[in-house]
């Protein structure tokens, strides 16, 4: 898991005559949070998008708006995989609960159900992806259901500070495209 301190954002201009610009976010080896604060990032970053031309500066922007938008996305997919990997783990317990032999209606698609008897409540299958399904006993199935939510958190949570990072990135690029269209605009007196 990455923290704060060791991610860096860098701007760099590709080649001019395609003015593309690439933002891209790499872990720093061996540099401290003394070393580097938030301010002299920003400031940093401020500085090279200061060099880019308004042409370049809307890249930039549009860029990681589409950037934001899609991390955003993949935010709301972890969360839903981690409810519904929640709900999951309860009805696991919920079952394991249940005596042999128990009448009950079970799921074949979200609407449809047919009756069945519960045979062994301590022998499960786990859907592990793409069709296929492994028979593990209930602690086994517990157990990976909490490895794959836990899973999910971490990746949750760094996805949300990468993606805090590239809005950062974003707003910056605004206010500098601005400033220079500002600066461009003739002045009414």
Not at 67 to 72: Q, W
Not at 90 to 112: E, N, Q, Y
Not at 164 to 183: F, H, M, N, P
């Amino acid at each position: 898991m990455l923290n704060c301190s060791e991610i860096d954002i860098s701007l760099r201009v590709l080649s001019e005559s395609r003015k593309g610009i690439e933002i891209r976010v790499e872990k720093r080896e061996g540099e401290s949070e003394m070393e580097k604060g938030p301010t002299t990032m920003s400031m940093s970053v401020r500085g090279e998008m200061e060099k880019l031309s308004v042409e370049q500066l809307k890249a930039v922007k549009e860029q990681t708006d589409l950037e934001v938008n899609l991390l955003n996305d993949s935010l709301n997919n972890i969360r839903t995989a981690t409810t519904r990997l929640e709900l999951t783990s309860s009805a696991l317990h919920d079952l394991s609960l249940r005596p042999s032999g128990k009448k009950m209606l079970v799921p074949l698609t979200a609407s449809l159900y047919v009756p069945g008897t519960l045979q062994d409540p301590d022998q499960v299958l786990v859907d592990v992806g793409t069709g296929y399904f492994i028979e593990k006993n209930m602690p086994q199935a517990k157990d990976y259901c909490d490895r794959k939510i836990s899973l999910l958190k971490s990746n949750f949570e760094q996805l949300v500070e990468i993606s805090s990072k590239k809005k950062s990135i974003s707003d910056e690029a605004g206010l500098v495209l601005q400033a220079k269209l500002k600066q461009m605009a003739p002045t009414s007196q």
